[in-house]
């Protein structure tokens, strides 16, 4: 690696921190985190706060080309009832496969940044890690799962970028190479925006990176 590639890697990891988007565990992540084109977590019904949240950050999310996928336990006529709160009417709903049944029956649905967020219902928390690695394998999506609960962990170390909250519990975050220090999503973009340029275009990046600071100095 040059010394320009190694001076973006760390500039991409400490600046996240600094400014409170997500803090990346090592800096592979940054390579990793350029390709996500899916972010997958769990509709957090029950906190209004967060599930605004959530819908505000997709707008961010598909301009930076992030397809969003929520999962849960309500059934589609429940979770759309939910969902339209805060959401709208932007979004689809499709009901998640018979517990008997393989995740290769999930109807095909448009799921692209383009296409409104898509709401995977009457979906067990035990079923998470199937659904990731059935957006992973026959979908060939790069999916951040942003876990919260313990009993996501599997989901989150089936997903390429293993993600979680900040305020998830130490278990969920142990199995995490990508936390957000937000619950706001659209931090994720910027996240990603400036990932891609460190992984691709180094010595644009540290430059950019640099002259704010060296504007500051002056």
């Known amino acids: 690696m040059s010394f320009a590639e190694a001076a973006a890697m760390r500039l991409a990891t400490t600046d996240m921190e600094q400014e409170g988007s997500l803090f990346l565990s090592k800096e592979e992540m940054v390579h990793q985190l350029a390709t996500v084109d899916v972010l997958a977590m769990w509709l957090p019904s029950e906190d209004p706060k967060r599930l605004l949240l959530a819908a505000h950050g997709v707008g961010a999310l598909a301009a930076c080309k992030i397809a969003c996928v929520f999962f849960t336990q309500l059934s589609p006529g429940e979770a759309a009832q939910v969902a339209q709160a805060s959401f709208g009417n932007d979004f689809s ?12 029956s999930l109807p095909e649905v448009p799921l692209s940044p383009t296409a ?19 957006l992973q394998g026959a979908a060939g999506h790069s999916v951040l799962y942003a876990g919260v609960d313990a009993d996501e962990t599997a ?44 992984a691709r275009a180094p010595l644009k990046f540290v430059f950019m990176s640099l002259l704010p600071r060296c504007c500051g100095e002056v």
């Open 93 to 104: 709903v499709v009901a998640a496969p018979g517990v008997d049944e393989s995740f290769t």
């Open 116 to 134: 409104p967020p898509l709401i995977l219902a009457n979906l067990p928390r035990a079923r998470c890690e199937e659904a990731v690695r059935k």
């Open 155 to 198: 989901a989150i170390s089936a997903a390429a970028i293993p993600g979680a909250f900040l305020c998830g519990n130490d278990e969920a975050q142990s199995a995490a190479d990508v936390v957000l220090l937000s619950d706001f999503t659209g931090c994720l973009a910027r996240a990603k925006h400036r990932c891609t340029l460190a």
